[in-house]
Nanobody
Framework: AVQLVESGGGSVQAGGSLTLSCTHS????????LAWYRQSPENECELVAS???????YYAQSVKGRFTISLNNGKTTGQLQMNDLKPADTNKYYC?????????????????????WGQGTLVTVSS
């Protein structure tokens, strides 16, 4: 299967934390090939965080300082540590390895494709 599997979503109160995980049974991640996405209120696919976009780690302005993207030592699991969560963070979150699958991190079609593959984990933040 080409799809990765996200886990770790759930319901938390504002100010809480969650750690999302991303795994695939068939490969290990390349050093910097991991990105997380969510659908924006304007219904656009938003790049939330990437290990390497524009020459280094990237975070959307709305999550900078609160979210951290990483790979474990064995490069088998990608993570998104989400702290100080806000109601505006409520969303379905998707992960992928953009370069492995042949597209740029900024490709606007990621959310639609990953959702069609059955991926995503839901995060709900209540006030």
């Amino acid at each position: 299967a080409v799809q990765l599997v996200e886990s770790g979503g759930g319901s938390v109160q504002a100010g809480g934390s969650l750690t999302l995980s991303c795994t695939h049974s068939g490969f290990v991640f390349d050093d910097s090939d991991l990105a997380w996405y969510r659908q924006s209120p304007e219904n656009e696919c938003e790049l939330v965080a990437s290990l390497n976009y524009g020459g280094g780690p990237y975070y959307a302005q709305s999550v900078k300082g609160r979210f951290t993207i990483s790979l474990n030592n064995g490069k088998t699991t990608g993570q998104l540590q989400m702290n100080d969560l806000k109601p505006a963070d409520t969303n379905k979150y998707y992960c992928t390895a953009p370069t492995r699958f042949g597209y740029d991190d900024a490709w606007g079609g990621w959310c639609q494709v990953l959702d069609a593959w059955g991926q995503g984990t839901l995060v709900t933040v209540s006030s």
